[in-house]
């Protein structure tokens, strides 16, 4: 089993719908991030989160909300999906000796 | 955290033995150097990581010159399976902030 899952794995939504993602992991990291994606560029840091009392904006914060309910479960929302919010969202947690990495799979979004 | 640059794409051809650079010129004395590699539709995945000299693993070589003030990532005989995207990062921020990398295109 993967140790970072998210679901959905596709969604296509209309605009001012209120949407979530959610992300699990296994790896017992305190540490998880939220990331997005758009064709051709890096991934840009929307929140993360040191533990389940802990939550920080990252570069992209507006229009965007998250939700820590457990060390293995972090939630991003949009209160009110547009169409610019259409991209690639990763989940990762970090930890281990290397402070690396482990990212899921991605939430293909699409907003119509 | 410190910034890094490293050439927006570069291609070579299967075989090959592939160098990317980073710079990263302000780099704090206790920052690791940390390269992921990012297939299409996929998340990025941790290749190698360095504090100095050279550190090999089983798919790449890191060569870190004195100063530190750049690394390269070094990819033995690509194949086309090696086309992806490389970012360099720096530091062991809890903050992590990925550039928009290299993407290498392999050649038959």
């Known amino acids: 089993d993967a140790d970072v899952t998210q679901t959905p794995r596709n969604r296509i939504t209309k605009t001012g719908k209120r949407i979530m993602l959610e992300c699990s992991q296994t790896k017992g990291h305190d540490r998880m991030y939220w990331y997005r994606q758009d064709p051709g560029l890096g991934l840009r840091l929307i929140y993360y989160s040191f533990d389940v009392k802990d939550i920080n904006k990252g570069e992209i914060s507006d229009g965007y909300s998250v939700s820590r309910q457990a060390q293995a479960k972090f939630s991003l929302s949009l209160e009110s999906a547009i169409p610019n919010q259409t991209a690639l969202y990763f989940c990762?947690?970090?930890?281990?000796?290397?402070?690396?990495?482990?990212f899921g799979p991605g939430t293909r979004l699409t907003v119509l | 955290l410190a910034k890094t640059t490293q050439p927006i794409s570069m291609d070579s051809y299967e075989g090959q033995e592939v160098n990317i650079t980073c710079s990263h010129n302000n780099i704090a004395t206790n920052d690791y150097i940390t390269w992921y590699q990012q297939f299409p539709s996929q998340g990025p995945r941790f290749i190698i990581q360095?504090?100095?000299t050279k550190v090999t693993n089983e798919v790449a070589s890191l060569f870190i010159p004195a100063d530190r003030k750049s690394s390269t990532l070094s990819l033995p005989r690509v194949s086309l399976s090696d086309t992806a995207v490389y970012y360099c990062l720096v530091g062991l921020s809890d903050k992590i902030i990925f550039g928009k990398g290299t993407r290498l295109h392999i050649l038959p």
């Open positions: 360095g504090y100095k």
């Open positions: 990762a947690t970090i930890g281990g000796s290397r402070d690396e990495q482990f």
